[in-house]
């Protein structure tokens, strides 16, 4: 979907959420062949679909937003790189992508980090809009490797500046959260249960919010590096 900005421009700025999984495989053995992708990534949709509907209740934005579930994002990105290859508004003014792969049901949480942290220009200035927001950058080391496994690898590699953000582990005072045994993804145990803890996503949403705010006001200059 899109909401049009207030004005007539060429400016965009893209939000995205895969909603494809891996179906059913039915194995030997096995009554369950479902795969039902709650986590990864029904639960990133419906964030895309939140923001949007918080999006349609504002003011018209300054640029344009669009919003995009997108398909066969698990077995190569076909679904965003249709998109990018038939963009409804110009590639050289899409400001940024804001993806969604994954979203917080593990609770209340102070920290987060965004991927790529390398690469890009832009970190300092999601840190600031989160920092003024209440959030601690806390990044590992290991997200380096997964900066190809989700859609914004095809916004990247043609220089537009893209993230996904995941919250991290830390609770009030800086403790870390007791760890919850979540169904693992890809396979049929991802699915919603009773462990699923929703009182930090409202937060996770707002901070989404906030740094896309920030982008749609933004008159500087990112940059994929």
Do not use: C
């Not at 919603?192 to 996770?204: C, I, K, N, R």
């Amino acid at each position: 979907g899109i909401i049009p900005a207030n004005t007539e421009t060429n400016a965009s700025i893209v939000f995205t959420a895969h909603y494809d999984g891996y179906g059913t495989r039915p194995e030997p053995g096995k009554q369950d062949d479902i795969y039902n992708g709650a986590r990864d990534n029904a639960v990133g949709v419906a964030a895309l679909i939140e923001l949007a509907r918080r999006y349609s209740l504002k003011n018209a934005p300054d640029v344009n937003l669009v919003f995009i579930a997108t398909a066969a994002e698990e077995f190569g990105q076909y679904g965003i790189e249709h998109y990018l290859e038939n963009p409804v508004f110009p590639l050289d003014e899409l400001i940024i992508n804001l993806n969604i792969d994954g979203f917080n049901v593990s609770g209340s949480r102070t920290d987060y980090f965004i991927m790529p942290r390398q690469g890009v220009d832009f970190i300092d200035e999601i840190a600031f809009v989160a920092l003024r927001n209440g959030w601690i950058y806390n990044s590992p080391d290991w997200i380096d490797s997964m900066n190809t496994n989700f859609d914004t690898a095809s916004f990247l590699k043609r220089g537009i500046p893209a993230f996904t953000l995941w919250i991290g582990d830390q609770i009030e005072q800086g403790d870390e959260a007791k760890q919850i045994e979540f169904g693992a993804i890809h396979s049929p145990d991802d699915e919603v249960t009773d462990l699923w803890d929703w009182s930090g996503t409202g937060d996770h949403l707002d901070l989404y919010m906030a740094i896309s705010d920030y982008f749609i006001g933004y008159s500087g200059t990112i940059k994929v590096t």
